[in-house]
């Protein structure tokens, strides 16, 4: 049975091997669509593809299995990283010859994530600040019910300026839910600009720790530094972790790297093809 559920464990060479397919897809489905948001889905690159293929507990061919890990994308504007991730691991209603799809009518491949297009997503999300409430209340179900699961919040840095992030905080650190996992893609950029201008969040670490959270700080993109942050939080009990992942807006393409202008407008089809040079 576990043998079904868990392949052999990826190496970084294979990892970087997926991660660059996945840019290669986020970049090519945006400019299909003419409307989304690279520079926010490249940056979460390295997260997605490690926790998908290295570290939770998932079946594709039975998506909906109780015992299973869940990730709930919250920033989820960037839902192109989750879709080619979902597409890469296989499962059937991320179909990866329907990417370039994304944003038209009648796709499963919505702006934002959708559980009724594609019922294996964990929640429908975008509506930003709300999704570490989900995991809260998903986690404390899971320990209610006695299952091994743990629950993975992906949160936007624009998006911890939001109220309820901090409730969500306060809360799972009071009630101990160390089966929950926050994860802040802390590019520095958000929609209308870099953080720091609109409304800075420094100490980003900090005020995680003084919520009552275990955090760590880590560079996004080392796929051996977030498989070692993910293992120090499953060991962490008695309180959730929240991973403070430093990564790149727009990483891997050299002219939207740290360019607030690709946080929600599609590359041109010529920007489009000096993107995928540099990708291959």
Same mark, same amino acid.
């Given at each position: 049975?576990?043998?079904?559920?868990?392949?052999?464990?990826?190496?970084?060479?294979?990892?970087?091997?997926?991660?660059?397919?996945?840019?290669?897809?986020?970049?090519?489905?945006?400019?299909?669509?003419?409307?989304?948001?690279?520079?926010?889905?490249?940056?979460?690159?390295?997260?997605?593809?490690?926790?998908?293929?290295?570290?939770?507990?998932?079946?594709?061919?039975?998506?909906?299995?109780?015992?299973?890990?869940?990730?709930?994308?919250?920033?989820?504007?960037?839902?192109?990283?989750?879709?080619?991730?979902?597409?890469?691991?296989?499962?059937?209603?991320?179909?990866?010859?329907?990417?370039?799809?994304?944003?038209?009518?009648?796709?499963?491949?919505?702006?934002?994530?959708?559980?009724?297009?594609?019922?294996?997503?964990?929640?429908?999300?975008?509506?930003?600040?709300?999704?570490?409430?989900?995991?809260?209340?998903?986690?404390?179900?899971?320990?209610?019910?006695?299952?091994?699961?743990?629950?993975?919040?992906?949160?936007?840095?624009?998006?911890?300026?939001?109220?309820?992030?901090? +409730? %969500? @905080?306060? $809360?799972? =650190?009071?009630?101990?839910?160390?089966?929950?996992?926050? *994860? &802040?893609?802390?590019?520095?950029?958000?929609?209308?600009?870099?953080?720091?201008?609109?409304?800075?969040?420094?100490?980003?670490?900090?005020?995680?720790?003084?919520?009552?959270?275990?955090?760590?700080?880590?560079?996004?993109?080392?796929?051996?530094?977030? +498989? %070692? @942050?993910? $293992?120090? =939080?499953?060991?962490?009990?008695?309180?959730?972790?929240? *991973? &403070?992942?430093?990564?790149?807006?727009?990483?891997?393409?050299?002219?939207?790297?740290?360019?607030?202008?690709?946080?929600?407008?599609?590359?041109?089809?010529?920007?489009?093809?000096?993107?995928?040079?540099?990708?291959?």
């Amino acid at each position: 049975m576990l043998e079904s559920l868990f392949h052999m464990a990826k190496s970084i060479d294979e990892l970087q091997d997926i991660a660059k397919r996945v840019r290669r897809d986020i970049v090519q489905m945006i400019t299909a669509a003419k409307s989304g948001h690279p520079g926010g889905s490249l940056s979460a690159v390295e997260i997605v593809v490690e926790l998908y293929f290295n570290h939770m507990r998932i079946d594709p061919a039975n998506p909906k299995w109780a015992d299973r890990d869940r990730f709930i994308l919250s920033k989820g504007h960037a839902a192109p990283v989750l879709y080619s991730v979902m597409a890469e691991r296989g499962y059937a209603d991320a179909p990866k010859d329907k990417l370039n799809t994304l944003r038209q009518f009648g796709s499963v491949f919505q702006g934002h994530p959708d559980m009724r297009f594609i019922p294996s997503l964990e929640a429908s999300t975008g509506s930003l600040g709300q999704g570490l409430s989900l995991g809260l209340g998903m986690a404390l179900g899971s320990r209610l019910d006695a299952r091994p699961s743990r629950f993975f919040v992906m949160l936007g840095d624009g998006e911890i300026q939001e109220g309820q992030i901090w +409730e %969500a @905080a306060m $809360a799972a =650190a009071f009630h101990k839910v160390d089966n929950l996992v926050a *994860i &802040v893609d802390y590019n520095r950029i958000q929609l209308d600009g870099f953080v720091s201008d609109i409304m800075e969040i420094a100490p980003v670490v900090d005020k995680w720790r003084s919520f009552g959270w275990h955090t760590l700080e880590i560079d996004g993109h080392d796929f051996a530094a977030i +498989e %070692a @942050a993910l $293992a120090e =939080a499953a060991a962490t009990k008695g309180k959730p972790t929240c *991973i &403070v992942a430093h990564t790149i807006k727009g990483k891997g393409v050299s002219f939207m790297e740290n360019n607030p202008k690709f946080h929600g407008v599609a590359p041109t089809q010529d920007e489009c093809k000096l993107a995928l040079q540099e990708l291959n």
